[in-house]
Structures are given as structure tokens and as C-alpha cells.
């Protein structure tokens, strides 16, 4: 299958964001079959055909077909025989089941990697932590995806901050601007407005630390960029790690 071996999609780099970046293109594939190409697959996934996969390809496509016939295969392999079921239920419960052991896999291909290329606890903390920021793929086919958390309002602290912390004060939330809305179109067409990280394109919670830089004015969990509240306090000018990259290269 086109993009499935770890060669191809690891070429030099591996780290805990590239196998996101290959876990999101395969989520993205497999996103498209459930939702804008529904047809399309329902009409791949012939109960009168053998066992049947459905795999998300890191170039952000998708495929049906028979599983690996290597034994163990190079990556997990999806549920079997998705297609057997297809006519013994309602299409909406079928794609949701679809959807759940979708999820499985795509767990199951990332910590492979993980596991392959050594992580320790603190990349696969990152790793996961990337992933979490995105809804499931069930929660996008079911609908419960759209109902994320309303966007914070802009009033309160800067993005980063020249004062120093008060020994008995906590660190704030940083807000996001504005200027920063981005539409989020995973559902098939629904736009529902959302703040992104610029590093996972995960979407903003209130449960976590964000931080701005002041060169690019994009947003970031601080945990993507190794950055903790106490530590952003004593920041008089924040630059991403994309930022700082280009100004030493210059």
C-alpha cells in the first residue's frame, strides 16, 4: 500500500512531530471516507467481497482493500471485514463503528512508531498530547466533534509578559487575538470557529497553557514548545522555535 512503511515517511527525521504530522494525514484520509467520499466507500465496502481495510494513507487519502498477507505486517493493520457488517445495520451506526476501530488504528500506527524510533516518556507524553488536541474521528462522523468550547475573549493578559511573577500569584491563561480565528472545515462542511496551535493544529482549551510569539503572532501550547507558564513570565519577547530558526539561519 502507497505510504505505509516507515522508510518512506521517516526518511531522516523522527521525532515526536513528525509522527504526528503522519498521523494527521492518515486521520485527514480516513476523515474523507467517512464523510465527503461516504458513497464512494460505502459502495468499496461489498459485503459479497473478501475481508476488507479501510487504511488512511499519509498523503492524506484513502483505500479499501484486503489486509497485509505478511505475517507479522510492517504497521498494525485496521479492523478486518468492515465490510461484512455493512448491510446488517443502519449506514449512520455502521460508519460510527467504522469510525471507533479507525480511531484504534491510528492510535496503534503513531505508538508504533513511537515505539519503533525509541521515544521515551517525555516524546510519547508529546505525541499524545498533539493527538488529544484533535477530536476523534467518531466524535467528527457522529457529530459531537462540533461541539468544542467557545473561543476565549481577548481581554486579559498579553501574550507575553516583561513583569516579573508576584511570589503568590499563578500564572494566567494566556488569550488568543483575534486575528487568529482559522475555520475548521473536518466535519464535511460545517464551520465552526476554533484557534489553533501553530505546531499540532490543535484546537485552543481553556484547560491549557498557550503562549504567542511576538514575530509571527502565531499560538502555541506551551507543552509543544517546551514552554511552562512559570518560565513565559520571565519572557520579555517570545520566538516560536520556527522563528528563531530562520533569524540564525539569516
Known amino acids: 500500500m502507497d505510504g505505509s512503511g516507515s522508510a518512506a515517511i521517516f526518511p531522516n527525521t523522527r521525532t515526536p512531530e513528525d509522527v504526528f504530522t503522519d498521523f494527521r494525514a492518515r486521520r485527514a484520509g480516513i ?3 467517512l464523510t465527503t467520499d461516504v458513497e464512494k466507500f460505502y459502495k468499496l465496502c461489498d459485503p459479497e467481497k ?18 497485509a498477507e505478511e505475517v507479522p505486517p510492517e504497521l498494525p493493520e485496521p479492523a478486518l471485514g468492515i465490510n461484512f457488517a455493512r448491510d446488517g445495520m443502519p449506514e449512520k451506526d455502521w460508519l460510527s463503528l467504522v469510525a471507533v476501530h479507525s480511531d484504534a488504528w491510528l492510535i496503534a500506527v ?7 524510533f525509541g521515544f521515551d516518556k517525555d516524546a510519547r507524553r508529546r505525541l499524545y498530547m498533539m493527538i488529544n ?4 474521528v467518531f466524535e467528527v462522523v457522529t457529530g459531537i466533534g462540533k ?8 481581554n486579559g493578559k498579553t501574550k507575553s509578559s516583561s513583569k516579573k511573577p508576584n511570589s503568590n500569584s499563578k500564572p494566567a491563561k494566556q488569550p488568543l ?4 480565528q482559522q475555520i475548521i472545515k473536518e466535519d464535511g462542511g460545517d464551520k465552526d470557529q476554533a484557534y489553533l496551535c501553530g505546531t499540532c493544529g490543535g484546537r485552543y482549551s481553556n484547560e491549557e497553557f498557550w503562549i504567542g510569539c511576538d514575530i509571527c503572532e502565531k499560538w502555541y501550547h506551551g507543552d509543544c514548545v517546551r514552554i511552562t507558564p512559570a518560565r513565559a513570565d520571565y519572557i520579555k519577547q517570545y520566538k516560536c522555535p520556527a522563528c528563531s530558526n530562520k533569524r540564525s539561519r539569516e
Do not use: I
Not at 110 to 116: D, N, P, Q, V, W
Not at 133 to 136: L, R, W
Open 133 to 136: 488536541n484533535h477530536p476523534t
Open 110 to 116: 503513531a505508538f508504533y512508531f513511537g515505539a519503533r
Open 31 to 33: 476523515l474523507k471516507a
Open 177 to 180: 487575538p483575534k486575528q487568529e
Open 147 to 154: 461541539k468544542q468550547p467557545k473561543a476565549p475573549s481577548s
Open 50 to 67: 473478501e475481508n476488507l481495510c479501510l487504511y488512511g494513507l499519509s498523503n492524506e487519502t484513502w483505500e479499501v482493500t484486503v489486509p
